[in-house]
């Protein structure tokens, strides 16, 4: 196998292994690392040997992915404040055009179900990846684990469990999403308080990421007034000659503040029965680099 046919075949599959990489780590960049080292170690490989190149390249990178989550837990351990994951643009493209699956895709990368994730040990997290947002047979997941498949069944199913237990339990529809973001963005950037709190659920919660680098709430805040006054406020401190957009973030609409030339804050939320269930806000400067300016 030519190096060109080497280098063809892992960017083919390099979608479905950055797929894998950040579902599994929260982190744009703990993700491209893992890739990395996954084509480094593909491109040393004798490839003539290898008959199947997706799940020899898949088991690589679910592998190198435990072993960094186990890393990166311990340092999540002492994060200041509360830990959310990186905000990326999320678009499945024409790759996945049936609506179920773009559904299943979007849920798996949400913020809500990447934080409930992060109670997952690391093999129950690359089980629940593998076989819910890819639909790996278990046989195959088996193999990149190296465990039994009776062993990956139960693995998935506890990890199902836990995650259908903690995650948000409403099915809402993307339209009244985004007309719900859009309704919270005007307002909190031009309406009342009052406007602002018949949005949101009498116990909504609000949860914020500044990674001790940005200025951000360090606990759960609950209760409508009490989240509703934080977030006015903070809509309140921003910068008028600042950019704000919605966009398309982690499956579903964002509001996005640009300042200075580059994003410096992330509005999301969960929505369910009409109203705003939970807000999150993303601060740290460390997860805002990677989203385009324009």
């Known amino acids: 196998m030519t190096v060109d046919v080497a280098t063809e075949i892992f960017e083919e599959h390099r979608p479905v292994l950055t797929g894998v990489a950040y579902r599994m780590l929260g982190r744009v960049a703990d993700a491209e690392?893992?890739?990395q080292e996954a084509w480094l170690r593909w491109s040393a490989a004798v490839r003539e040997d290898v008959r199947e190149p997706r799940a020899f390249l898949v088991r690589i990178t679910t592998r190198l992915a435990i072993d960094r989550l186990r890393y990166l837990q311990s340092r999540r351990e002492t994060y200041p404040g509360t830990w959310l994951p990186e905000p990326v643009v999320t678009d499945f493209g024409p790759a996945s055009p049936d609506t179920a699956e773009r559904a299943v895709?979007?849920?798996s990368v949400s913020i809500a179900v990447l934080v409930v994730l992060e109670s997952l040990s690391?093999?129950?997290r690359a089980v629940f990846v593998l076989r819910e947002a890819f639909g790996f047979?278990?046989?195959?997941?088996?193999?990149?684990?190296d465990r039994t498949e009776p062993a990956v069944r139960q693995l998935a199913g506890r990890a199902r469990r836990h995650v259908e237990?903690?995650?948000p339990r409403y099915d809402v529809d993307p339209a009244e999403r985004r007309d719900l973001t859009e309704r919270f963005l005007a307002a909190a950037s031009g309406g009342g308080i009052e406007q602002l709190l018949a949005l949101l659920a009498p116990d909504v919660r609000l949860v914020s990421d500044g990674g001790g680098k940005a200025k951000a709430a360090r606990r759960i805040i609950e209760t409508a007034d009490k989240v509703g006054r934080v977030l006015f406020g903070v809509a309140g401190q921003l910068d008028p000659d600042g950019e704000i957009r919605v966009m398309e973030l982690n499956g579903g609409p964002a509001v996005v503040y640009f300042a200075g030339g580059k994003a410096d804050t992330v509005f999301q939320i969960e929505v369910g029965q009409g109203v705003i269930q939970c807000a999150y806000i993303i601060r740290n400067p460390d997860k805002l680099s990677g989203l385009p300016v324009e």
């Not at 047979?137 to 684990?145: F, G």
């Open 165 to 167: 237990e903690r995650k």
């Open 105 to 107: 895709l979007a849920e």
């Open 137 to 145: 047979p278990y046989a195959e997941i088996a193999t990149a684990l």
């Open 33 to 35: 690392d893992v890739v």
């Open 122 to 124: 690391p093999l129950e």
